[in-house]
């Protein structure tokens, strides 16, 4: 069989690095490819080198054999390519219809047709199967429901080549099953769908095939059943995954150490009710919960950055009042949030400005930290989490999402907090940087640091936590040693309410 | 030499030198300076003090565009400013004494400071729009002032009062130094305390600051203050200028003038980074403009035509994509790296617009 679009020793360089060094990629019909790789393998640059958002200095692209180079990514969508970025674009002060339809709203008589445009958006949902109205402003929905209503858009053209970068990184697993349903239909229409994720377990449930690229490099095309799960990990590191370090965790069921975080009847309306929290001096409680299970809600509650309508929070003994993240941080407790860009990293801002913020605030406006003292304590956390590249000068948000997240991590480390609060730390980064945020809590954890690990992928809150709470529909429905869960048992807990049902 | 084309500053200052250049070559006069009793004339000197009442309000505008607000009742605090000053004047039994004007103006400042308050609060608070919240008090400060003065225009002879705007300290006019004390003084607080980069940080992203525990309310809230004061001391240059109160032309347009001397000197209406060098040099670009204008002899009906002209030029040179348009042909060492930001900026433009 003809690939519908084979790429050939294709090259981009930026400068004098190349970011894409002759790579093969081959796309077919009906089929779903997923694209592999760390931090700066290339994987963007593949992206954008098929979808005319950047020129390649060597090499072909061919579309059903014709040789094409695309001027834009107009020019693409013409010949049916529709990509999804991971940032999702969306306008959220148009209503949902309009969002779908932008650019290509139904007319009659010259006139944009509000009537058949929500006619036509409910269609296409209805295909996505998300029941929602049409003519509601999109900004008041979920970012689950905003990133379904992108590939709307996306799918909404006649598309012969559907290129889904990150689709799944703020969807929950209902959402996901969806997602797949919609990428199924699509295939057995022939549509080649380009799906890239950091999820292993979506990649092995709807890719045919994979390609893995390494530094730029191309690794190897395998077919997604007959490549091993420990094999891929290994070719996209290049490295054995033996640093993946495993942590004692002890057996019995509550913190063995002096107990330093301890909440009772924690309630947040809207988000967690009557939570019971123990933390330990040197313990990593993992909390497992889907998207909306109130794993969220009750981070913020501990650490002051919503208010709690009920409960009781105490901080080594003594009863806190917390009712700011100001707060929170005087008295040692940290929290940083789910979402980086929205509410982490403060992009335009240079690495150095981010990584001193906390402390600078916790200072005061007056009493700024002298330069010199500034550089040197951003440099050794930079040095200290390896934050690449290592320039103290450059903007945050040009970082890879894993180095911002470090920059958050050193913002909040920098304060040499007692209980830090990490909120999906590893969601949407690549394995590298994950392993080593993983790899980092253990170490303050072991140097007496108390960690509240949140987590959607299951495997990772059993590694991590000595402990794990559970979380499902607001509430915390058992808290117990991770020695004594396997995924299996957690995934049941996480995701099912019980027998007796509640 | 690229770092210094690549500057955001350039731009600004070339526009600047090319006025002045424009103005030398056209009327030589525009660069000599006169002494008369040991004070100095001439159209530069002019250009410096006529500028101060701008430079005030647009300094304060500039802290509130950092964070990501605007503030459009300066032109009505100005107004309020200038009527409470001159109405404790004219009321004292002795308008030439300096501790009445004294009193007059602090009392005036402090005035103008609860009008920050207000703004800082609505904003701040309240979380009501900037642009609606002061625009409150733009519709409704020029009443207040019309108030104030008995729906009269005040005037008062006043020597200390006249000073103000039109005096002589050593060889410079009065004003001169009230603008420069007013930048540095902006200008110190803002870099050598931490202010300056919280207030970026507030204005670029509110809540990642918020839980980085910043105090973002009392940084906006403050900001209002300032522009509120400032604006204050503007009226009442303003109004020392032509020694009276006059509610209905005091400031008018003002806001507009402040807010398009940030924008000039690179600070962008989004918030974040500001520039307190950039709004000085957008100050002088705006009154060297004017100064230009009134020479060239344009007819005043027509002139706001030839500002909006120069304006434009300006701000067109300034964007991204004419900068980076520029940066190519000047640059062939880099070009990839431009021809693809300008790509990927032609993809975020194709994506909204699609």
């Known amino acids: 069989m003809r690939p519908l679009l084979e790429l050939t020793g294709a090259t981009v360089r930026f400068g004098a690095d190349a970011a894409l060094d002759r790579v093969d990629f081959r796309l077919f019909p009906g089929e779903v490819h997923s694209l592999m790789g760390e931090n700066g393998a290339g994987k963007s640059t593949l992206i954008k080198a098929i979808t005319g958002a950047l020129p390649l200095d060597e090499g072909e692209l061919r579309l059903e054999g014709d040789h094409v180079a695309f001027a834009s990514p107009h020019e693409a ?127 092995y449930e709807i890719c045919d095939r994979v390609t893995v690229l390494r530094d730029g490099a191309f690794v190897g095309e395998y077919l997604t059943t007959e490549l091993l799960r420990i094999d891929l990990v290994q070719k996209m590191l290049g490295r054995d995954v033996a640093d993946l370090k495993e942590r004692d965790h002890p057996d019995d069921a509550g913190p063995e150490a002096a107990v330093v975080l301890r909440a009772r009847g924690v309630t947040a309306r809207h988000g967690i009710a009557d939570a019971d929290v123990d933390l330990g001096e040197g313990e990593v409680l993992g909390v497992a919960g889907l998207l909306g299970s109130g ?36 008295l040692g407790i940290v ?63 040009t970082l890879s999402g894993g180095n911002q997240q470090k920059v958050l991590l050193a913002r909040l480390l920098a304060l040499s907090p007692r209980v830090l609060v990490l909120d999906e730390p590893t969601r949407g980064i690549d394995v590298g940087a994950k392993v080593e945020i993983q790899n980092l809590v253990g170490e303050l954890a072991d140097n ?41 048992s957690l995934l049941a807990l996480v995701a099912q309410p019980d027998e007796d049902g509640e | 030499m690229r770092s210094i084309w690549r500057h955001r500053l350039f731009w600004p200052v070339v526009a600047l030198l090319t006025l002045i250049a424009v103005n030398s070559i056209a009327r030589p006069n525009f660069i000599k300076l006169r002494v008369r009793d040991g ?3 001439g159209a530069i000197i002019t250009i410096l003090r006529d500028s101060a009442p701008l430079m005030l309000v647009a300094l304060g505008m500039t802290i509130v565009i950092a964070t990501r607000g605007i503030d459009l009742s300066v032109g009505a605090i100005m107004a309020v400013s200038g009527a409470v000053a001159l109405t404790i004047i004219d009321g004292s039994d002795d308008p030439g004494n300096l501790a009445t004007v004294l009193i007059a103006v602090v009392v005036a400042i402090l005035v103008s400071m609860v009008l920050g308050v207000w703004n800082g609060f609505l904003v701040s608070v309240l979380g009501i729009q900037p642009i609606i919240a002061t625009l409150v008090l733009m519709l409704a400060g020029r009443g207040v002032a019309l108030l104030i003065t008995g729906g009269f225009i005040t005037t008062v002879n006043s020597e200390p009062f006249s000073y103000i705007a039109t005096g002589y300290l050593f060889v410079l006019p ?74 209905n032309a005091a400031g008018v347009f003002i806001e507009l003038y402040a807010i398009l001397a940030v924008v000039l000197g690179g600070t962008s209406l989004n918030g974040g980074k500001f520039s307190i060098a950039g709004t000085v040099i957008g100050v002088l670009i705006i009154q060297t403009l004017d100064s230009t204008i009134l020479f060239l002899g344009v007819p005043s009906a027509q002139s706001p035509v030839f500002f909006a002209v120069v304006v434009v030029v300006v701000v067109v040179v300034q964007s991204p994509r004419i900068r980076n348009a520029l940066g190519r042909m000047s640059r062939s060492r880099k070009p990839k790296a431009a021809v693809a930001a300008a790509v990927v900026e032609d993809k975020q433009k194709a994506e909204v617009g699609r």
């Open chain 2, 174 to 247: 009065f004003a001169f130094f009230i603008s420069v004390a007013a930048i540095t003084v902006i200008g110190l607080v803002e870099r050598r305390t931490a202010l300056g980069v919280l207030t970026e940080a507030v204005g670029i992203n509110p809540e990642a600051s918020r839980l980085a525990g910043v105090r973002s309310r009392g940084i906006i809230w403050g900001a209002y203050i300032v522009s509120g004061t400032l604006a204050g001391l503007a009226g009442i240059l303003y109004a020392s200028n032509i020694r009276a109160a006059d509610a």
């Open chain 1, 335 to 397: 929290y940083s949030s789910e979402d980086r860009r929205r509410d982490g990293i403060v992009a335009e801002l240079s690495v150095l400005d981010n990584i001193t913020l906390a402390l600078q605030s916790e200072r005061g406006v007056l009493r700024q930290i002298p330069a010199a003292r500034r550089r040197e304590l951003a440099a050794s956390w930079v040095e200290a989490l390896d934050i690449r590249p290592p320039d103290l000068d450059r903007p945050a948000g």
């Open chain 1, 295 to 330: 794993r969220t809600s009750l981070a913020r509650a501990l650490t002051g950055v919503t208010r709690t309508d009920a409960g009781t929070i105490s901080v080594e003994g003594e009863d806190v009042h917390l009712d700011s993240p100001r707060r929170g941080m005087a």
């Open chain 2, 39 to 41: 004070e100095l004339f």
């Open chain 1, 77 to 203: 969508q013409a010949a049916g390519i529709s990509t999804v970025y991971q940032e999702i674009e969306v306008l959220p002060n148009l209503s949902v219809a309009e969002n779908i339809c932008l650019g290509r709203e139904p007319r009659r008589g010259g006139v944009i047709s509000t009537r058949l445009m929500q006619a036509r958006a409910r269609e296409i949902l209805l295909d996505l199967g998300l029941d929602i109205d049409p003519a509601s402003m999109l900004g008041q929905h979920s970012v689950a429901v905003q990133q379904l209503v992108a590939i709307a858009r996306a799918i909404s053209t006649d598309v012969r080549i559907l290129v889904l970068d990150e689709p799944t990184s703020s969807l929950d697993l209902d959402e996901v099953g969806e997602l797949f349903r919609v990428i199924r239909d699509l295939k057995s229409r022939g549509v080649a769908i380009l799906f890239v994720s950091h999820f292993l377990d979506q990649v």
């Open chain 1, 448 to 488: 007496g640091m108390s960690v509240i690990f949140i987590s959607a992928e299951l495997e990772e809150v059993l590694r991590v936590g000595d402990r794990v709470a559970v979380v499902r529909d607001g509430r915390i429905v058992r808290t117990a040693p991770a020695g004594l869960l396997t995924a299996d």
